[in-house]
């Protein structure tokens, strides 16, 4: 007889119930991620960081027994973040200062949104994403995604994400990155 999957249930974060999760959040970064060991530690600080930013919002998707499946977060994108500089320099490189503008004037930024590897492909990741962004009051939504055929990829393409900037290489990551976003609110 096959198991059943469990239930799960979702849920909104406070800062401080983010906190309290982060080990758990970041462990699933990680897992998803591929990540090596000791990048939890490296990447904690600043997630701790970006709870204190404008607009910042979280949810979680919890098993039965109460353990983190899934993790989303995301804060309003303003000048001065090492993200909104990074890609404002590389679309303003490629498309101009005026494409730079109209994506980056009025924006959410999804910092994180992932699944334990054991759960993906359960329609968790979509879930997430649409509980994060339901009532942003930002104009549009970016984020940026390792290049490649993934789970991932195919999540953003069905609701609606184009690209902003493609095989985009942020400093300290030799990977191709591509930087997606679409307008707001989600269909």
Do not use: C
């Not at 098993?63 to 000048?79: E, F, K, S, W």
């Not at 503008?101 to 930024?109: C, K, P, V």
């Not at 930002?138 to 195919?154: F, Q």
């Amino acid at each position: 007889m096959t198991a059943m999957p469990s239930a799960q249930r979702y849920v909104r974060l406070s800062g401080e119930e983010f906190r309290m999760r982060l080990r758990e959040a970041l462990d699933i970064y990680v897992a998803a991620m591929n990540y090596p060991p000791g990048t939890a530690e490296q990447r904690a600080p600043m997630w701790l960081t970006h709870v204190l930013r404008e607009g910042w919002r979280a949810v979680a998707a919890l098993d039965d027994d109460d353990r983190l499946v899934g993790i989303a977060y995301g804060y309003r994108g303003m000048p001065g973040q090492w993200w909104h500089e990074q890609v404002r320099r590389g679309v303003t490189d490629r498309e101009g200062e005026q494409t730079a503008h109209a994506w980056l004037d009025d924006y959410f930024e999804l910092t994180e949104i992932h699944v334990r590897p054991g759960g993906q492909g359960r329609g968790t990741g979509e879930d997430l994403l649409r509980m994060l962004l339901d009532g942003v009051p930002d104009g549009r939504v970016l984020l940026s995604t390792p290049e490649g055929d993934s789970r991932a990829w195919k999540l953003y393409r069905r609701v609606g994400f184009g690209d902003v900037l493609r095989q985009y290489r942020f400093a300290g990551d030799p990977r191709p990155f591509a930087v997606l976003g679409r307008t707001l609110p989600l269909d």
